[in-house]
């Protein structure tokens, strides 16, 4: 299916209508122009409102399924720090949920986006090839149908996680248009989400002791004003 504009001229002949001149122009990219730009509209809106990181995700989860197939998504970030990799957001039809995964040692196709910096779309013939070439070890759920999208998520070109969407039924579900269009979006996805997270350290440092990690003073001033 693709969208078009239409419009009609009378065909007149010695001054009688003989019929209609129609053009039919495709607009399928200038709707999707349109579909990108309040997806990136309402993501940033998002991100300067008061809701939370788990929201967010949600939010960015709903806002891509506005422009591709997002049944099967995820976000993975990695902790540098803890040398993790860990899925903050993980909507899946097969697995519930991926564990918190030791980086270093990972050898997936998140890991092989995030280190790399380079997008891949990849079906499960290529993904068993890579397999056997030892670049990757199995892991999470696949089907002889299977095609994954995954594109990496950087912040003035450092990446700091991965986003994915993936089919387990339709081998020709994404194309490379498709992957043009994650890498699009994915620089905002990963500016919101470290603004919100910055927003949700800054607001723990807030209310939380440091020496004790308890709720100080402050969190309690303001718990009380919310009840009122």
Same mark, same amino acid.
């Given at each position: ?36 730009? $309040?997806? &990136?509209? *309402?993501?940033?809106?998002?991100? %300067?409102?008061? @809701?939370? +990181?788990?929201?967010?995700? /949600?939010?960015?989860? $709903?806002? &891509?399924? *506005?422009?591709?197939?997002?049944? %099967?998504?995820? @976000?993975? +970030?990695?902790?540098?720090? /803890? ?17 918190? +995964? ?127």
């Amino acid at each position: 299916l693709f969208s078009v504009s239409i419009s009609a001229t009378p065909l007149v002949i010695d001054g009688q209508a003989k019929g209609e001149i129609g053009i039919y122009i495709d607009i399928t990219e200038r709707k999707q122009n349109e579909k990108l730009q $309040q997806v &990136l509209y *309402n993501l940033s809106k998002a991100a %300067n409102s008061p @809701i939370s +990181l788990n929201q967010l995700y /949600k939010t960015i989860h $709903q806002e &891509l399924g *506005n422009i591709i197939d997002t049944t %099967n998504f995820y @976000i993975a +970030l990695v902790d540098e720090n /803890k040398d993790e990799l860990y899925f903050p957001y993980y909507i899946d039809e097969k697995d519930e949920k991926m564990p918190i +995964l030791k980086f270093s040692i990972t050898n997936t196709l998140t890991t092989y986006v995030i280190r790399t910096g380079k997008s891949l779309l990849n079906n499960n013939e290529q993904y068993e090839e890579m397999i056997n070439q030892g670049i990757l070890t199995p892991m999470g759920s696949t089907t002889d149908e299977s095609t994954w999208l995954g594109v990496p998520l950087k912040i003035e070109g450092k990446i700091m996680g991965a986003m994915a969407v993936q089919s387990y039924t339709n081998p020709n579900l994404f194309r490379e248009e498709d992957i043009k269009l994650m890498e699009f979006v994915s620089s905002q996805i990963a500016t919101v989400i470290e603004r919100k997270n910055s927003e949700e350290k800054i607001k723990h440092l807030s209310f939380h002791d440091s020496l004790t990690g308890l709720y100080n003073r402050a969190y309690f001033e303001e718990e009380l004003e919310n009840q009122k």
